[in-house]
């Protein structure tokens, strides 16, 4: 009987060590990628193959595959508590688990030109927030992931004019307007762009909307896939008027940008971005010089006129706009 009981002593004493050890293994490491989750509710539970709670307590795990560790902190705070972290201007986008190779392709093109801004990543699903909670091997950029608090949408790739895509879209102005309403500037874009060089430099100052347009130079052919907005009251004024619109504007969410920019664009400082540097789908590919030999040389290029996913990463990888390295491995299992 003493002999059973040394036995079962000296077990649980080293399954103790074993827990010790892997605690300060996963202790350990660099940290690279920010995690909020941002639900109006305390008790979320997320839906991984562990089951496992997400709670406010920060937590290390190894990225499989990786060259280090990324650290992660998972928490239940809201959109507006993550916005009073960040130092303006603000890169955003937004992603569901469809568009993830595309997000990781921009995130690649603005650690190739050596961005250092804060770069906010909102989650339309749980999948995309759970995968991107892991880190990409090779991106050495920190980037701060939060999960939608406006309603999840669909996993897979939406395509463009469908009920799922307009659905998605709609809510990019609500997420505008509480980082504008925060007093943070942010540049939106799109995650079928690739950046080529540092846009900031080409907004003028005090301009309160600097956006993109698609085919002429017009306050009415304006793209909502990037666009730069500063935080000042007639932005929050244009901003309120556009929220307001959309939901009861069956047009979609760019028709109603630009029937809005129509009344309010001339109230304040709006500056459309030359063409020639930054470049819809349709001008980019009007001519079939490499990008690298064009004069002047695209600063940014939007992969839109393409409807579908595969079409899109086609044209980027068909143009040498595809940054992700054949080394980068996604992880999608915690």
């Known amino acids: 009987m003493r002999m059973v009981s040394t036995r079962a002593f000296l077990t649980f004493l080293m399954f103790l060590l074993v827990v010790a050890i892997i605690v300060l293994f996963f202790q350990s490491g660099p940290s690279r990628v920010t995690i909020f989750q941002a639900s109006p509710k305390r008790n979320f539970r997320a839906s991984t193959t562990t089951n496992r709670h997400l709670n406010d307590t920060p937590i290390s795990f190894l990225t499989p595959n990786a060259s280090s560790h990324v650290n992660a902190t998972l928490s239940f705070v809201t959109l507006i508590d993550v916005i009073k972290s960040l130092e303006s201007p603000v890169i955003v986008t937004t992603v569901n688990h469809g568009f993830i190779d595309l997000l990781q392709n921009l995130l690649f093109s603005i650690q190739r030109i050596s961005l250092k801004n804060d770069i906010v990543v909102i989650c339309e699903d749980r999948s995309s927030y759970l995968e991107l909670s892991h880190g990409v091997r090779g991106l050495n950029i920190t980037y701060h992931i939060v999960l939608t608090h406006l309603g999840e949408s669909v996993e897979n790739a939406t395509t463009y ?133 064009r004069k002047p040389r695209p600063v940014e290029v939007h992969a839109n006129f393409l409807v579908g996913h595969g079409k899109k990463t086609d044209m980027l990888k068909e143009a040498d706009l595809w940054f992700i390295p054949e080394s980068s491995i996604n992880v999608s299992t915690i």
């Open 161 to 293: 004019g469908s009920k799922n895509y307009k659905s998605l879209v709609k809510k990019r102005v609500f997420y505008l307007k509480c980082f504008v309403d925060s007093g943070v500037d942010v540049l939106y874009t799109d995650v079928d762009i690739v950046l080529l060089e540092d846009p900031f430099p080409y907004f003028e100052r005090g301009a309160d909307l600097v956006v993109q347009t698609e085919r002429r130079p017009r306050l009415s052919d304006t793209c909502t896939g990037f666009m730069f907005m500063k935080a000042s009251k007639k932005m929050r004024v244009f901003l309120d008027a556009w929220s307001k619109k959309l939901p009861r504007d069956p047009s979609g969410n760019q028709r109603t940008f630009n029937n809005v920019i129509g009344k309010y664009g001339k109230t304040m400082k709006t500056q459309l971005l030359p063409m020639t540097k930054f470049q819809s789908g349709k001008i980019f590919r009007d001519t079939t010089t490499p990008w690298r030999e």
